[in-house]
């Protein structure tokens, strides 16, 4: 069993910074994939950005140069730091996992959600 933790979230003015987090913890044997999506009221769940074993990163353009993904190994942990935040930034924000179980099978995994909201 795989579990994921998130923290991080909540109210910011527009311009401002939060920093979200995503702890993995069980039966992992390797990690492919961490990244974040996000799912505003009535709308689809977006991937905002997401960072492979390898080192490689990708974004949502509508992010890009304002977010930041990262990782930490040792830990299972990735992380999004965003900065300039605007209201459309608006979302539940969820951390999303892609690894490899402690019984050698791939798995997919959904962190519980973090709220972030941008108001002034």
């Known amino acids: 069993q795989v579990q994921l933790v998130e923290s991080g979230g909540g109210l910011v003015q527009p311009g401002g910074s939060l920093r979200l987090s995503c702890a993995a913890s069980?039966?992992?044997?390797?990690?492919?994939?961490m990244g974040w999506y996000r799912q505003a009221p009535g709308k689809q769940r977006e991937l905002v950005a997401a960072?492979?074993?390898?080192?490689?990163?990708n974004y949502a353009d509508s992010v890009k140069g304002r977010f930041t993904i990262s990782r930490d190994n040792a830990k299972n942990t990735v992380y999004l730091q965003m900065n300039s935040l605007k209201p459309e930034d608006t979302a539940v924000y969820y951390c999303?996992?892609?690894?490899?179980?402690?019984?050698?099978?791939?798995?997919?995994?959904w962190g519980q959600g973090t709220q972030v909201t941008v108001s002034s």
């Open positions: 999303n996992v892609v690894l490899i179980g402690s019984t050698r099978s791939t798995g997919e995994y």
């Open positions: 069980g039966s992992i044997f390797s990690i492919y994939v």
């Open positions: 960072t492979s074993s390898g080192g490689s990163t």
